[in-house]
């Protein structure tokens, strides 16, 4: 996810290209396979993380598979030095958790988010769990909540959506489930880089903003939390985005093509 007002992952956004119809048939071919990698992967994580495992464990573990996988860290490629292969975001931890060393606890909330690099193409997406399976009953219904968010925001993607229709559909659903929303930072496209137009913002007006056509990636992300949803860039290591009210955030993402009469997720693992 890109931060609003100004560059969060150190990659600038780009215009979307005017790419000729073999350009796009290479991307959406790439991204397919990124995308099934991705999705294999996170599914395996999310089997893999057990409490007592550190986030540099994890980390460990995921850049292994990763390269396994055949494809490429994409963290990797940042301009500012991320230090991991996935952002592992704990508890009040929003987004960009840099690994650490502490062990993970049941109860826990961690989002991951991990973006990966094959065959010249960027795929993206995020989850967020509670470690154990256990915890809060108002943590396990932010992360239902915020699921649904991202596919009723989804169900908004065919060619002629706005990006307003988008955002619009992920915040009804937050501020009915009575979820802050996080504003300051939001999805976007993706594709040969990490970060590219449009934004895609978690709120908006439907028939507003960009409008898409077929062939078009995007990488749809609701955050959100439980608390106020003013956040900070913690100093201890200049990338974890906390809550400043300590309340608990939740973020998950999916990347999206735009087809000839709707959407696919690229991102979703086989079963």
Known sequence: MVERSKKA?????????????????????AMREGGKIMGNLLRDLKNYVQPGMTGKEVDAWVRSEIVKRGAKVSYDMLEEDFPGAIC???NDELVH????????????????????????YHTDSAFTMLVGGEGSPAVKKMIQVTEASLWEGIEQVK???HIGDIGH?????????????IENYI?????????????VPNYGKKGHGYKLVEGDTICIEPMSC??????????????????????????????ILVTKDGYEVLTLSEE
Request: charged share 30%; aromatic share 4%.
């Open 159 to 161: 060619p002629g959506a």
């Open 88 to 90: 592992v975001s704990i």
């Open 187 to 199: 999805g976007h496209g993706i594709g040969k880089t990490m970060h590219e137009a449009p934004e």
């Open 226 to 255: 439980l608390g106020k949803p003013a956040n900070y860039v913690d100093k201890d290591d200049n990338w974890s985005v906390k809550m400043k009210d300590g309340s608990i955030g939740c973020h998950c993402e999916h990347t």
């Open 97 to 120: 958790g840099a690994p650490k060393d502490e062990p993970l606890e049941v109860g826990d909330k961690v989002s991951f988010d991990l973006v990966i690099y094959y065959k010249g």
């Open 9 to 29: 992952m150190a990659n600038k956004m780009i215009n979307i290209e005017n790419n000729t119809r073999a350009e796009v048939d290479e991307k959406i071919a």
């Open 169 to 181: 559909a992920v915040e009804t659903v937050l501020r009915k489930g009575h979820l802050g929303v």
